[in-house]
């Protein structure tokens, strides 16, 4: 990271958070493959972030239940048919409330989104917008929905 900072601000200016915005930030990670939880993990280790960055291995819906604790932002980007159920969890919860971020990948029509744009568009929780893009490394259409808790 401080490589990537220094280039940054010696060689040509970078679209990131940079160490002034992200000091305290931490990241936890919900992975079901214990092989790619091993591979993020030394990752994460050769970059120097293991202090800032948690993996924990098992399916969602059993992860999420042992959490605690409101998150800042929730990035969704697993099974599609989890969204929805796995978003009100946090609701149950108490891991997301006012203020939080919800970011939700791949909702383009090719993954079948409606459930969960149905919901977080119409439970009365989150403010929504809808953002197009494409699937990544090709040209097929896609989107992200970002949601705000209010």
């Not at 599609?80 to 891991?95: A, N, S, V």
């Not at 909702?107 to 969960?116: A, M, S």
Request: with cysteine; proline share 4%; aromatic share 8%.
């Amino acid at each position: 990271m401080r490589t990537i900072d220094r280039f940054a601000r010696e060689v040509r200016w970078l679209m990131n958070v940079g160490p002034d915005k992200g000091p305290q930030a931490h990241v936890t990670s919900i992975e079901i493959n214990e092989d790619f939880v091993n591979s993020a993990r030394a990752n994460v280790g050769v970059a120097g972030l293991s202090d800032r960055v948690s993996f924990l291995h098992g399916p969602s819906s059993e992860v999420l239940a042992t959490l605690e604790g409101q998150y800042d932002m929730v990035f969704l980007d697993h099974w599609k048919d989890l969204y929805k159920p796995d978003l009100q969890l946090m609701e149950e919860r108490g891991l997301v409330g006012p203020g939080t971020i919800v970011v939700a990948d791949n909702v383009g029509e090719l993954f079948n989104p409606d459930e969960y744009l149905g919901y977080v568009r119409a439970c009365g929780l989150y403010d929504s917008e809808h953002r197009s893009a494409r699937i990544e490394y090709t040209n097929h259409a896609d989107a992200v929905e970002i949601s705000v808790h209010r």
